[in-house]
């Protein structure tokens, strides 16, 4: 059977990779032409940008490769061909629609989200973080169980779930780092929505089990039953996705104060018995008070090292927040080669204080973005990227120096995003760019026609009645200055299109 091809003609924008992420310059690279993906394993098998924009020049592309033309959905599945032809099929996807500054972009990585939160995004009223917890977000995790005598997950978990892997999937998700809750159908539900829905996700059933810390109606009754629990999802996620194409099971205690010494112990063993060992994610040195409360917890330790000493400190482990890290636990963090997830949204909404970036970056640590729902108020990437080069302007205010040092640039925030978040989940040879080899991870931007073109009178509605989003273009600007108006402005109404592994997962417009 011929293979099949999809061709994707347009602007492509990426980070390109960096050797050190911290003390390079980030630029944009900026190409126009053509890529292609092979349909059957949805990795880029080529591209030219020696094409451009010219038709004649994509039309000598197909020439070339011996590609017979065929309308969209005709070949996307690598089993319907023209009758009696053996040729490759191709499909051709332009960029974009005339006028409107379209882009592909490598699909955002969120590598730290709560999906059981969705429906509180944007409550938090006037709580920090131990308290917010008490108030909001427990009360709705436990919403999560399944009926008396049932082991089905309730119709508000699908609803929720489905409904957030929909909202994030149209900002431009591909990949998402999700805590469930402590229930077994329910967490095993979002591993089948997210297989079914096309979007690549870690899935994790949060562990917790000290009484003195979990309220009584909603902990796991035992160390046994919190590592028990675990492995059943664990093992129903690795039953649907062997391969982990798409789902991986990722051990998840929740933070060190809701987990007893033997749970603790237990998963850091659970997670190592496996080839290669599962990916844990977990909180740390999220607020002032939970610090402290660690410490108190775990006198004689450090955060870093409790969860070193239980084994959760491992190149697979992604530690969201990490605020407050002294020197020494940052040197343990990048000595045992775990990662971070930088929240600002959520650390901002909190209260709970801002993420000295800079400094991890400098010390060799390994840097993604998380929206942190629903402490973060957005499920948007794009949100937590212009978060991110807010706050660190801020936190460049507050340093003695105040040299611009701790500043993240709108490219080096996008880099965090994209190319940071791969490596965050090790998939930094995978996903986020556009190489050949890697898999077509990629959402499609439209930022609008210019100011006067084909707009209402307003300017406010585009040509057709659809809205044209918040960015205002005038002619003038530079591919940079767009992408910085796109951060800056942006949002779902500018992604009209995304794709996980080359199979279209989301779409806003006719393209």
Not at 158 to 174: C, E, K, Q
Not at 181 to 205: D, E, K, M, N, Y
Not at 233 to 247: E, F, G, M, T
Not at 286 to 297: F, H, R, S
């Amino acid at each position: 059977m011929a293979p099949t091809y999809t061709l994707y003609h347009g602007t492509f924008i990426q980070l390109p990779r960096l050797v050190r992420p911290s003390g390079e310059r980030y630029t944009l690279e900026t190409n126009t032409g053509a890529l292609w993906v092979l349909n059957e394993s949805g990795r880029i098998e080529g591209f030219d940008w020696s094409v451009g924009s010219d038709e004649y020049g994509l039309n000598k592309i197909v020439e070339k490769n011996g590609w017979i033309v065929v309308p969209e959905g005709t070949a996307t599945n690598g089993t319907t061909y023209p009758d009696g032809n053996e040729n490759p099929t191709v499909v051709i996807i332009r960029g974009g629609r005339e006028g409107r500054n379209g882009f592909f972009f490598p699909g955002f990585i969120d590598t730290h989200i709560h999906a059981s939160q969705y429906p509180n995004a944007g409550i938090f009223g006037s709580s920090t973080l131990l308290d917010w917890l008490k108030k909001y977000t427990f009360p709705m995790e436990k919403s999560f169980a399944e009926g008396e005598n049932s082991d089905v997950a309730p119709p508000k978990a699908h609803t929720v779930y489905n409904r957030v892997i929909s909202r994030t999937l149209s900002y431009g998700t591909t990949t998402a780092a999700y805590y469930a809750t402590i229930h077994v159908p329910a967490t095993c539900l979002l591993a089948s929505l997210c297989q079914q829905r096309g979007q690549r996700a870690f899935i994790g059933r949060v562990c917790m089990d000290n009484p003195a810390f979990c309220p009584d109606d909603y902990q796991d009754a035992s160390s046994d039953e919190s590592i028990d629990a675990m492995q059943k999802v664990i093992d129903y996620v690795q039953h649907i996705d062997p391969k982990a194409k798409l789902v991986a099971p990722i051990v998840t205690p929740r933070f060190a104060p809701t987990c007893s010494h033997t749970a603790l112990t237990g998963l850091g063993k659970l997670a190592a018995s496996y080839t290669p060992p599962l990916h844990i994610q977990t909180h740390i040195s999220e607020n002032k008070n939970e610090v402290a409360l660690v410490k108190e917890l775990f006198p004689g330790s450090s955060y870093a090292q409790v969860y070193d000493d239980k084994g959760l400190l491992t190149p697979r482990t992604i530690l969201a927040h990490a605020v407050y890290l002294s020197a020494e636990e940052r040197a343990l963090v990048k000595a045992r080669e775990a990662k971070v997830s930088h929240c600002p949204a959520s650390n901002s909404a909190l209260g709970s204080g801002i993420c000295p970036v800079r400094t991890l970056l400098d010390d060799g640590i390994t840097v993604g973005l998380g929206t942190d729902v629903s402490g973060g108020y957005s499920p948007s990437i794009l949100e937590a990227t212009r978060q991110a080069c807010l706050v660190s302007r801020l936190l460049s205010s507050q340093t003695p120096e105040n040299n611009g040092r701790e500043t993240l640039s709108v490219e080096e925030a996008l880099y965090l995003a994209t190319r940071g978040g791969a490596q965050v989940i090790d998939m930094a040879d995978q996903i986020g760019g556009f190489e050949k080899g890697m898999l077509f991870d990629a959402q499609l931007i439209e930022l609008g026609r210019g100011v006067g073109e084909g707009d209402d009178q307003d300017g406010l509605v585009d040509q057709g009645g659809e809205d044209a989003g918040g960015i205002d273009l005038f002619g003038w600007e530079s591919w940079e200055e767009k992408i910085a108006k796109w951060v800056w402005s942006g949002d779902d109404r500018n992604v009209k299109a995304v794709w996980v592994g080359g199979r279209m997962v989301h779409k806003r417009a006719n393209i």
